[in-house]
Structures are given as C-alpha cells and as structure tokens.
C-alpha cells in the first residue's frame, strides 16, 4: 500500500474521492428536497413543506400504468437475458470451438451501439416484419411491450456474460467432474452443482439487466408503440409545466428502491460469495 | 460435495472428456443467444442498411436504389457531417473529463483505499443504477436562469437578475457537463479493475529499486492500467455520441447533437433514409473504433465479479 | 336528419336507446344516402359497409384515441373535454396514445398501427385521407354537430362526407414577457431580435419558415419556391444562433422559470404563463404581429376499421358540446368551433386577446389559417438543416 501513495498523497486523494461523492449525490439529494417543495415550480425559493405530490402520483393512473409496464417489460427481459447469458457463458468458458473469438464478439457487440441507433433498427425491423405479415397473412403486430423486451435482452446480454463468466471461471471444473463422477448426468451436474455455484452472479445479472431494463429510454422511446413505461412517461412529463413536482416525487421513491435494492443485493451476494468459497475450500480440502 | 473429489483429480483428463461429449452440444447451447442477437441485433442493422440506399422506404416510392444520400454525406456537402465533427469533439471532452474524474477515484479504491474499497466503489456506482432522465433534469434546476447557481450569483450582488450567467443551460458546456456528470460512475469501475488486478510486487520492486512514487506511477503503474482507461474512454464516447436524450433536454439550440438530427430524421422529417445513412455511419464509426480499441473490451478485463 | 331534430330525439328517449333506433333506421334505409355515400367509397377496405355493424352494445367499449402530447393524460384536467363520454360510458375510459408530433403520429399509423379515433390538424388531413385508413363520420350520431361551426364543418368535408369533425382551433403567434421585452414593433422579426440574444425560443418545427416567410414578404409560403425555401433556410441560419432553445411540446416551464423571455406560442402558453400557479402570474403579451398571426384548426377523424363506431361518435359528440367548448377556452385559450358557446362565461381578456367575438378574425389578413403544404418534406428536410447549423 505504501508504494502506491505518500501521506500527502494519500490525504488528496480521499479529498478528492469524497469530492466527486458530493458531485455525484448532490443533485440527487436536491432533487428529494424538492420533492416535498409546496409549489408546482422546482425552483428556489422553497415555500414549505408538504407530502402532496406523493399523493397526487398515486392517483395518477398513467403514471401507475407506465410504471407497471416497465416492472413487466424489466423482469421479462432481464429474466431472457441472463438464460441466455447463462448459456452463453457456459459455452464461452467451458467448450472450445472455431471462431470463438468471433462468437464472443458478437455476444458483446451490443455494448458499443449507440442506444439511439439500436431503437431506429429495432423500429425498421417492426416494420419491415409487419409490412410483410399484412402483405401476405394480414397480420399487423405492430410495436409494443414485447418489442421493447426483445431490444432490452439484446442490450442486457452482454451484461449478464460479463457478471457470469469470471464467476463460471472460478468454479472448479473437478467439482462438476465430481458430480459427473458419481452418476449424475450432464443436466442433473448442472441443476445441482453448477447452478448453485452460479447464483450469486446470476443474481447480479438480474438486477443489472432489471435496472438497465426498468430505466431505459432511447430504445423504448422508438418501439414502445402505445405501451408508454416509466422513463417514456418521465420524458413527456419533464417537457410540459403540470406534471414536473410529481414525476420528481415517483422519481425519488423509485431512485431509493433501486438504491436499497442494490445495496442489499450486493451485501447479499458478497455474502454467498464467502460462504460458498469457504465450502470450496472445505471441498477441496476434504 | 468433499466425496468426489479424490476419483475426480485421479481420471481429471477421461472425465473432462466424457463431460464434453455428453452435453448437449456446443451449438445447441449457443444458438438461443446467437439467434437473438441475429434476428433482432444483427438484421435490423442489415435492414437500416437497406433503408439507407432507398431499397427499402417508409412510403411507397418509384425510387430505386441509390446511392445518392451516402455520396451528398460523405463528399462533405451534407451539414450533417460538421455536426458529426462537433458532436465527436463534444464526446472526446466528456470522455478525457470522466477519465480524468474517475482515474484517481479507481486509483484510490484499488491501490490505497484498504479493506473498505468495495464499499466505497458501490458508493460510487449507485448513482448510475438510479434514473437517467432525473439525474439530467436535477441539473437543470441546478443551472438554470433562475436556478441554484444563477440564484446564488444575483444574491451576491455579482451579476443583476436580468443578466445571470446563461452559458450554464442551454449550452454545449451544459450538455458535456451533464454527461460527465452521468457517465463517471460507469466508468470507475473498469479503471478499477485494472488497477485492481495490477501484481503489486512490481509497483513495489519499483519503489524497492529506487524510484520515486512518482516514478513509479508513470512508468509502472499508468502504462500497465491503460488497457482500463482505454475501455473507459471507449465505454463513454460511445453512448455519447450517439446521446440525443440530455442534449435534447438541456443543450438548446447549440448543444445539438449529431444523435438529435438522426432521431429527428426519423420521427419528424420523416426522411428515413438520410436517417439511416446518419445511423449507419454511426455503426461504422463505433465499428473502426472497436477495430482499433477492441482488444480493451474482452470478456475478462471488463468483468464486474 | 338533421340536426335540430337530434336533440329533441335524444331528450325523449334514453341515449342508448336512440342510437339503437338511428341504427335500425340506418339499416333500415332512413339513412339510406349517407350508406350510398358509403358504398361508393373506392374499393379498399370496403367490408365495413357489407357487414351489419354491431351495435353499442356489443363493441368492445375501450376507445383508443390518437390525439396530440398534452391531450388525453389530465395534466390539465381536459377529462372534461369528454366529460359526457365518461358518464355514459362509466367503466369504459378512453385509452389514449399520444404523439408530440404529428408527423411522427402519422408516420406511426403510415406504418399500420391503427386506432379509434385520431385529432389530425387540418393541414394535414388531405395526407391522412390519402393513407386510406378513415371513414366519414355518420353526422346524425352527433347529437351536439349542428351547433359547430358551419364554416368549419365544411372545412371538414372530403368529397362531401364529413371525415373530419372540427373542433378546436387555435393562433401561432410570438408571446413575450411584457416586464423584460420591450418590442420596437408588433412583428414575428421579435423572434430575432438581436437585443435579446438567448432569451428566445421558436418551435421545433417546420412552421419557422412559414413565419419566416411571412417576415420577408414572401407571396406564398405555404408553397414556396426552391429559391425562396433556401433564402428562408440562410434566413433562418443566421438567426438561430440568437436562440437558446427550440421548443418540442410546452415552452411554458422555460418562459416561467426565466430561461426564456420571447417564444413562439400558442394561445395555451399565453394563458398558462398568465395564470400560472396561484398568484405567481408573469405579465406576458400575445403579440398580434403586423404580418399576421397564424392559425389552426384541428378536428376528430374515424378510423375505418374501427369495432367502437358508436361509442367514437359518441366521444366526438362529447367534445363538441358547449360544456366542452366552455373548459377549452377557458382552460387552454384555444377556440371551439361550437356556436353556442356563452362568451359571457368567458373571461373578456380571453375574449379580447383572441378576437373570439369577431367572426373575421380567423380571415386573411387578420391571420393565415394554416394549410397543407405541398412540398412538406422538403421544408423538413430544410428545418433539419437549420437545427443542423445551430
């Protein structure tokens, strides 16, 4: 630790962390101030305090219905991701073939495109399909849920392989050889060994594709159709003048249930992480 | 789970083997995601393609293909190629800035930071879990005309109220402020992780033989993270160069975007194909870059486990 | 049937039960001109008229309305606009999906999607005839459709049947804060005035040319040549750099929180920014500049294959009653093409600032009632270029 800062050094750069720990929080914490501010500007001065806005979202049916939305479109999709992602990654780090580097492009690809070009492709292929099913069938599926779905698994997949594969890499191979060893079958070694092993990075892949998912605008923006979710709904509220002290008060409890959300997730998951590596070692050991 | 382990080290290799072959085979596991990503990743770009040289089209057209809108975009006519130019420089200033913020906080949690460093990091990372649109629109009660800022400067008698400082909303200085601002937390985490797998022992042979903490820094430590600050770099130029959503809400009229024009091309001037032109060569571009920075981005060196 | 009969009808019998009787009148041939109308309409999509409609009953009852961002949510408490509707129809509330803008809107129904009922403008109604997705309106069902506005009606008109019932409508024109601007003329030249550099906001769309058209002099810009197109595009070049912001749905928060001193409005941001909050009014002025204001109208159209017929008819019946008209004008400063309208209801500064008592007032060279532009792509693509340059 001593080579990589003097004292000085070291005093700046806890400065400097909690620094950009302010810059990173302080608007966020603002934005909760306002939400109790009894006026419909956000805007200084404050003029008092008062829990309407927390009221008014409630009884607000679009906003409940944007919000249900995105909670169905971010657990569909993060749940296809990171099945996917499990498939993936277990081919990835288990199985040797031609063009892996190729295939693991591919699989990753989706992290460097621009969101905004994604959803206009996404737009394209809907109706490129659907002037093609009224043509010859008459049918007519048109955008929605289900395409917003389809362009967060795209998105996600790439996450849910990079929490799971350093975690299948840790896993020792012996262990599920073991298993395969004492008559389990291929799929019986996976359910009961490898799975479990797996869990603690699979749920981090949930909840990374659940947030990406639940907060995602530019692709949903394009394909939602009339399926407005939560962020679709913040935007043309953030645009016009009536809706803004709401949006913030729904923002805010949204904001901290992720933020719990994920704290406890990771505590959590660091804790099944020690657990199962003492019973590795116990297995290994024993 | 202790039993098995004698039989499985004695006949590792025949096992490993006999594993391989009886799953269910490689391509059966890869085709579901491999599928996905082709139908509804890899054709939509095919078709934005087709879009772009006319063999597809929103309306009916006696248009054929053509491949006039690529030719006027790239032989430098189209105003939309300055704007790319100015939407790159908007980028590569959010990208040095965020690097710039989050180098000495991956530095601090990797190499200096101790036993609370995961704590600390999460701290770090939580504001990117948190809403997009909020975390833009909090910027512009912060910055505007009548905002926090202007509020505290015309309460301090150094500007009058009819004259505050306007370059803070509606300005590109707004726009690569809010993206940095939107970005660090993202990008800390992979600057992190290099740092993180560094073999210590090096950095402290360095200082064992001699050379200054500063020494070893810069021709140690920072050669042997670049790897990390280059898939930062990567990871936010990226998404904003291709961001119309925060110049759109708070860039007015000068912050506007190279992303703003394609977005507005396909839901306003309903001019599909210049849009896909726009979009493609979007791709093309995030496609070299990969070309050239793409060995930063492999399945090890951004892992978050 | 005509109109003044409908009312009488509807006061008689129970609702329900009168539309049951227009419809077994219409099957049986009382209605027997507007079906002829109907069956002579070209070939596509003609299985609505072969079949017998269901009747109210037995639609499926939750209407989807296509209407513009701002409509349909209640942020502005517009329930009131169908206010009939909903208590007729108490457990079936409208569905509705909204566009910011109306060309993103008419490309989303371009590419199939389809609805009930949509609220085009009128500049754009000959496209969403074109689109071949609408059928006319059966005016007998609209109890409240003789009090409109026949000028307007007529308006409406497409081949003769009515695919379009008009119902608001509304100027363009610039609006400033009276306690920071002083304009040195009533003109639209206010949306570049030098002195005000960054305190000025258009719309997000191709309507600055149309205004900057109108600015220099142009015979006719809702149809202008190459040459003038581009004149207007440098035009507009070498102003956009005096503007802080374009404008995609509501300047309002922009010109209340002090951004913005001078915006191109309509008459609702006027009247928001005026009344806005309790007491926390701004003193804004609607210009009513001397190259004319600009205006629009706007109306409800039907979608051909719509299974709601009778309850969209009895939706558009809901927002052309005086009721309706009385909160549009009122609420959101906009006309309403119902006549019956008590203007004594009306706040006189509302009566005053949009000439509501003048029947002229809509008439050249009062105002430029907006009209389809022919070449509307090429405006667009020039409006992009500006925004481009900005």
């Not at chain 1, 599920?176 to 603690?200: C, K, V, W, Y």
């Not at chain 3, 009721?323 to 006549?339: E, K, R």
Request: proline fraction near 5%; hydrophobic fraction near 50%; charged fraction near 15%.
């Amino acid at each position: 630790m001593q080579a990589a800062a003097s004292t000085n050094g070291r005093r700046s750069l806890v400065a400097f962390y909690w620094l950009l720990v302010v810059f990173l929080y302080a608007p966020i914490l603002l934005l909760m101030i306002f939400s109790f501010n009894d006026s419909r500007d956000v805007a200084f001065p404050f003029r008092g305090f008062t829990l309407r806005w927390y009221h008014a979202f409630l009884t607000n049916p679009n906003l409940l219905a944007a919000l249900r939305r995105s909670a169905i479109v971010a657990t569909a999709s993060s749940a296809i991701a990171v099945a996917l992602g499990v498939l993936a990654s277990f081919v990835l780090v288990r199985r040797r073939f031609v063009a892996k580097s190729a295939v693991s492009g591919l699989l990753l690809s989706p992290l460097v495109i621009p969101y905004l070009v994604f959803g206009i492709a996404l737009l394209i292929l809907f109706r490129a399909v659907d002037t093609f099913l009224t043509n010859t069938m008459g049918i007519y599926i048109g955008l929605g849920m289900h395409a917003i779905v389809i362009g967060h698994v795209v998105v996600s997949l790439p996450y849910a392989i990079l929490t799971i594969v350093p975690r299948l890499e840790l896993i020792d191979i012996a262990l599920e050889e073991a298993g395969r060893d004492l008559g389990a079958n291929a799929r019986q070694t996976f359910r009961r060994i490898t799975l479990p092993l797996l869990t603690p990075a699979v749920v981090s892949a949930l909840l990374i594709a659940f947030t990406l998912s639940f907060d995602e605008y530019a692709i949903a923006s394009f394909v939602a159709g009339d399926a407005a979710t939560y962020p679709i709904y913040l935007y043309s509220q953030l645009r016009i003048r009536a809706g803004l002290p709401q949006m913030i008060a729904i923002s805010v409890l949204v904001l901290v249930g992720s933020m719990v959300l994920v704290v406890a997730t990771e505590v959590g998951r660091r804790r099944a992480e020690r657990q199962l590596a003492v019973e590795e070692t116990e297995g290994l050991l024993g | 789970m202790s039993t098995g382990q004698a039989t499985a080290s004695s006949n590792g290799r025949e096992a490993r083997r006999r594993h391989l072959r009886t799953w269910p085979g490689t391509v059966g596991l890869l085709s579901p995601p491999l599928l996905w990503l082709i139908l509804f990743f890899l054709i939509p770009i095919v078709i934005v393609a087709a879009y772009s040289v006319g063999a597809l089209s929103l309306f009916p057209t006696t248009q054929g293909v053509s491949f006039f809108d690529w030719k006027h975009f790239l032989s430098g006519d189209s105003i939309y190629i300055g704007l790319f130019w100015k939407s790159v420089r908007m980028s590569l200033t959010v990208s040095v800035i965020v690097v710039l913020l989050a180098y000495p906080v991956g530095y601090f949690l990797a190499l200096v930071s101790g036993k609370r460093k995961y704590v600390l990091l999460l701290l770090i990372i939580v504001p990117f879990l948190t809403s997009y649109l909020l975390r833009v629109l909090a910027w512009k009660v912060i910055l505007g005309s009548e905002g926090i800022i202007n509020t505290a400067v015309v309460t301090l008698g150094l500007r009058d109220a009819d004259h505050p400082v306007q370059w803070l909303i509606y300005s590109q200085f707004t726009v690569i402020l809010v993206l940095a601002y939107v970005w660090v937390p993202f990008v800390a985490l992979p600057i992190f992780v290099t740092l993180e797998n560094l073999d210590r022992s090096i950095l402290e042979a360095a200082g064992d033989l001699g050379a200054s903490r500063w020494r070893t820094f810069w021709r140690v430590t920072f050669p042997m993270s670049l790897p990390g600050v280059g898939a930062a770099f990567v990871f936010v130029f990226i998404p904003t160069i291709g961001e119309f959503v925060t110049p759109s809400l708070v860039g007015g009229t000068s912050g506007f975007m190279y992303g703003n024009a394609i977005s507005d091309l396909f839901t306003q001037g309903l001019d599909w194909q210049t849009g896909s032109v726009l979009s493609l060569f979007l791709v093309v571009v995030v496609l070299v870059l990969m070309a050239i920075f793409g060995r930063f981005v492999q399945v090890r060196s951004a892992g978050a486990g | 049937m005509t109109s003044d009969i409908d009312p009488i009808l509807a006061s008689r019998l129970d609702r329900r039960d009168f539309l049951r009787y227009a419809a077994i009148l219409g099957g049986a041939g009382v209605l027997a001109a507007c079906k002829k109308a109907v069956e002579t309409t070209p070939p596509a999509g003609g299985s609505a008229s072969a079949s017998p409609r269901p009747s109210v009953d037995q639609e499926p009852g939750i209407l989807k309305v296509f209407d513009w961002d701002g409509y349909g949510n209640d942020t502005y408490g517009d329930h009131v606009l169908w206010k009939a509707y909903a208590k007729k129809y108490p457990d079936q509330k409208p569905k509705f999906i909204l566009f910011k803008d109306d060309d993103f809107g008419y490309a989303q129904v371009a590419n199939g999607a389809r609805y009930d009922v949509v609220h085009p403008c009128a500049y754009r109604w000959p496209d969403w005839i074109n689109l071949d997705v609408l059928q006319p309106w059966d005016t007998s069902l609209i109890s409240n459709f003789g009090d409109l506005n026949p000028a307007f009606v007529e308006g409406g008109k497409v081949n003769g049947r009515q695919y379009f019932v008009p119902l608001d409508w509304g100027f363009a024109a610039p609006m400033y804060r009276a306690d920071k601007v002083q304009p040195i003329e009533d003109s639209w030249g206010l949306l570049w005035d030098e002195r005000y550099k960054g305190r000025i906001s258009w719309w997000d769309s191709l309507n600055m040319f149309i205004v900057a058209g109108y600015f220099n002099g142009v015979a006719n810009p809702w149809d202008m040549t190459d040459q003038e197109l581009q004149a207007q595009k440098e035009f507009l070049i070498s102003k956009i750099p005096l503007v802080r912001a374009l404008w995609p749905v509501d300047p309002t928060p922009d010109v209340l929180n002090g951004d913005i001193w001078i915006t191109y409005a309509w008459p609702v941001h006027w009247w928001a920014a005026k009344d806005y909050g309790s007491g926390k009014g701004l003193d804004v002025v609607y210009m009513n500049p001397k190259e004319g204001r600009t205006s629009w109208n706007c109306g409800m159209a039907l979608f051909k294959d719509t299974p709601n017929y009778y309850h969209a008819h009895d939706y558009v019946d809901a927002w052309a009653s005086a009721a309706s008209a009385l909160w549009l004008v009122t609420n959101d400063a906009y006309g309403h093409t119902n006549t019956t309208l008590d203007l004594s209801k009306v706040p006189q500064e509302l009566v005053d600032a949009f000439s509501l008592d003048d029947p002229t007032a809509l008439e050249e060279p009062h105002s430029h009632v907006e009209r389809p532009i022919r070449r509307r792509d090429v405006y667009n693509q020039l409006w992009g270029e500006v925004k481009a340059a900005g």
